[in-house]
């Protein structure tokens, strides 16, 4: 073990409380996508108490920001993120029990993300500091990624061009390196435009574009069974016409289509399109259609991913303590064993491993495995090189997004998940910033995949 991997493990112990305290209270201020103002601040507040330089608001965002410290290169990123999701609010139980009924709940661990982050950037400064070492290190606070936002905007005026390489991580129900795939994204919506006509004294002066709408949507059936079969098509009326006795003039309906490539998504959007003017000429109405949001696929890199593992490896899992083994099992016992052997599976966990919660490190997998999901971090990987690991923060088979992940995310649990992430990535991060041919290695990889997307 390098003297820097344990100055880290040092660091990070000796803030624990700290950090904990600050996931915490944005666990408890549950803040939704752009609305993450008090969480935002409190990150502020903590990194420019630790001497970064702050620039808040970002990209058209008042909760985005970028807090920097040191000069020239290397520049490494760290990404943060901090929103809550919608009805998700929970106590700290084992027993679904919300705080507040409907109220916004920390369903994805972001409390943990962000606040991991921020330690992992300060602990990184602290060496850069102590051992007088050149370079950058950022965290960039990012909001809204369950709008999948955030990033994308971000990425759009170009504020991640300029950094190296981008880490982070996720909270999850398992300690491994992310060799996950998530897929290329659009959403839009179409608009068909027909003629009002009353239903019953004079139909055949109407062309219903609610006809078009569902025609529309016979057609997205009968494409499905000719794509590939990772990809997926889901709609939602959001207009069917005012009332019964009226052809409606107009309808609309929104889609999501997503493929695991870009390329692969584009021509499916097309093909979507050609249905969607199908549908418009056999009605006799006009269509349009507008791209609301889209992310790419993510871009993995080998390189970084070896890096992170070899963090993981060499930094000790949390040890958990018989109450939180004990709350755990509570927990995994709400939910279906299905998901229990599912992630028993995926993490190749052995008998003789903990199966409530993690506490070996999976091995690393060198073939990528394609998740229909979408994340906003894959628009930060297709611009610059970009890895992250998932950590134990909750029992084995908890499914994402549901009251099970409030719960365990503002326990120890999760607090012991985040302290483990944060000393992995700034022990990474260490690397980078004192092996240039480490930066290099995951640059060259990262241009590779460019080339070869590209031809
Ligand atoms: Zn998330």
């Given at each position: 073990m390098s003297s820097f991997t344990n100055e880290i493990i040092r660091f990070i112990d000796k803030n624990f409380e700290q950090l904990g305290d600050i996931s915490l209270r944005i666990w408890n201020f549950a803040e939704l996508p752009l609305e993450e103002k008090r969480s935002s601040a409190i990150l502020q507040e903590y990194l420019a108490d630790n001497c970064f330089d702050l620039t808040i608001g970002l990209a058209g965002m008042d909760t985005a920001f970028l807090a920097s410290w040191g000069s020239g290169s290397p520049v490494i990123g760290l990404l943060g993120e901090f929103d809550a999701l919608p009805e998700m609010s929970q106590h700290i139980s084992s027993e679904k029990k919300p705080i507040i009924e409907g109220a916004p709940g920390h369903a994805c661990?972001?409390?943990?993300?962000?606040?991991g982050m921020a330690g992992a950037a300060v602990a990184v400064k602290e060496l850069l500091k102590k051992h007088s070492l050149p370079g950058t290190i950022r965290f960039y606070g990012c909001p809204a990624e369950e709008t999948m936002y955030g990033k994308i905007k971000m990425d759009e005026e170009h504020l991640f061009d300029d950094a190296d390489i981008c880490l982070s991580w996720h909270p999850k129900d398992g300690n491994a390196v992310s060799n996950f795939i998530h897929s290329a994204m659009v959403s839009l919506q179409f608009n068909f435009k027909g003629k009002a006509a009353h239903a019953a004294q004079s139909p055949e002066h109407g062309r219903s574009a609610l006809d078009a709408v569902e025609l529309m949507n016979?057609?997205?059936?009968?494409?499905r069974e000719h794509m590939i079969r990772e990809a997926r098509i889901h709609y939602v009326i959001t207009?069917?016409?005012?009332?019964?006795?009226v052809v409606p003039s107009t309808a609309e309906s929104w889609y999501y289509v997503r493929a695991p490539y870009k390329e692969q998504l584009d021509e499916l959007v097309q093909r979507l399109i050609d249905v969607s003017r199908g549908a418009a000429l056999m009605t006799g109405t006009q269509v349009s259609h507008e791209i609301l949001s889209g992310c790419h696929n993510t871009v993995l890199n080998d390189s970084l991913n070896r890096l992170l593992y070899s963090s993981m490896t060499r930094i000790p899992v949390p040890a958990w303590?018989?109450?939180?083994?004990?709350?755990?099992?509570?927990?995994?016992?709400?939910?279906?064993?299905?998901?229990?052997?599912?992630a028993i599976s995926s993490y190749e966990i052995t008998e003789s491993e903990g199966q409530i919660l993690h506490n070996k490190v999976a091995p690393l997998r060198s073939r990528p495995v394609f998740l229909a999901a979408s994340t906003d971090v894959s628009n930060v990987s297709k611009t610059v090189p970009t890895a992250q690991v998932f950590t134990c923060c909750m029992p084995l088979g908890t499914p994402g997004h549901s009251w099970q992940v409030t719960a365990s995310v503002g326990s120890s649990i999760g607090q012991k998940g985040m302290s483990y992430a944060a000393k992995v990535v700034a022990d990474a991060a260490m690397v980078l910033f004192t092996k240039p041919t480490e930066v290099q290695n995951a640059q060259r990889e990262f241009a590779r995949r460019q080339e070869k997307i590209s031809s």
């Amino acid at each position: 073990m390098s003297s820097f991997t344990n100055e880290i493990i040092r660091f990070i112990d000796k803030n624990f409380e700290q950090l904990g305290d600050i996931s915490l209270r944005i666990w408890n201020f549950a803040e939704l996508p752009l609305e993450e103002k008090r969480s935002s601040a409190i990150l502020q507040e903590y990194l420019a108490d630790n001497c970064f330089d702050l620039t808040i608001g970002l990209a058209g965002m008042d909760t985005a920001f970028l807090a920097s410290w040191g000069s020239g290169s290397p520049v490494i990123g760290l990404l943060g993120e901090f929103d809550a999701l919608p009805e998700m609010s929970q106590h700290i139980s084992s027993e679904k029990k919300p705080i507040i009924e409907g109220a916004p709940g920390h369903a994805c661990g972001h409390n943990l993300l962000g606040t991991g982050m921020a330690g992992a950037a300060v602990a990184v400064k602290e060496l850069l500091k102590k051992h007088s070492l050149p370079g950058t290190i950022r965290f960039y606070g990012c909001p809204a990624e369950e709008t999948m936002y955030g990033k994308i905007k971000m990425d759009e005026e170009h504020l991640f061009d300029d950094a190296d390489i981008c880490l982070s991580w996720h909270p999850k129900d398992g300690n491994a390196v992310s060799n996950f795939i998530h897929s290329a994204m659009v959403s839009l919506q179409f608009n068909f435009k027909g003629k009002a006509a009353h239903a019953a004294q004079s139909p055949e002066h109407g062309r219903s574009a609610l006809d078009a709408v569902e025609l529309m949507n016979v057609g997205a059936n009968y494409l499905r069974e000719h794509m590939i079969r990772e990809a997926r098509i889901h709609y939602v009326i959001t207009n069917g016409g005012g009332r019964p006795n009226v052809v409606p003039s107009t309808a609309e309906s929104w889609y999501y289509v997503r493929a695991p490539y870009k390329e692969q998504l584009d021509e499916l959007v097309q093909r979507l399109i050609d249905v969607s003017r199908g549908a418009a000429l056999m009605t006799g109405t006009q269509v349009s259609h507008e791209i609301l949001s889209g992310c790419h696929n993510t871009v993995l890199n080998d390189s970084l991913n070896r890096l992170l593992y070899s963090s993981m490896t060499r930094i000790p899992v949390p040890a958990w303590s018989e109450e939180e083994l004990e709350f755990a099992a509570k927990l995994q016992a709400t939910v279906g064993k299905d998901l229990l052997r599912e992630a028993i599976s995926s993490y190749e966990i052995t008998e003789s491993e903990g199966q409530i919660l993690h506490n070996k490190v999976a091995p690393l997998r060198s073939r990528p495995v394609f998740l229909a999901a979408s994340t906003d971090v894959s628009n930060v990987s297709k611009t610059v090189p970009t890895a992250q690991v998932f950590t134990c923060c909750m029992p084995l088979g908890t499914p994402g997004h549901s009251w099970q992940v409030t719960a365990s995310v503002g326990s120890s649990i999760g607090q012991k998940g985040m302290s483990y992430a944060a000393k992995v990535v700034a022990d990474a991060a260490m690397v980078l910033f004192t092996k240039p041919t480490e930066v290099q290695n995951a640059q060259r990889e990262f241009a590779r995949r460019q080339e070869k997307i590209s031809s």
